[in-house]
């Protein structure tokens, strides 16, 4: 499990909670994330499930989830 905070000028703006699920059942090297993405400002959640290779490290995670938010946002 893991959380990411983003604040602004010490308000809070966005919440990620996120978790490993385990090794995708697709095989290789990458494991399924589940994530709850929250806006506070807006009041909004967006749930998803994505894929990443533990070993590139939590930065392209995240980023990986922002992308995913924005795409479903965009929708």
Do not use: Q
């Amino acid at each position: 499990m893991f959380t990411v905070e983003i604040r602004i000028n010490g308000s809070l703006i966005i919440h990620i909670y996120g978790r490993n699920y385990g090794k995708s059942p697709k095989g290789g090297s990458e494991y399924e994330y589940g994530y709850e993405y929250y806006s506070p400002e807006l009041h909004k959640v967006v749930k998803g499930i994505i894929l990443h290779d533990r070993d590139a490290g939590v930065n392209p995670l995240i980023g990986k989830i922002l992308e995913d938010v924005r795409k479903k946002e965009a929708k």
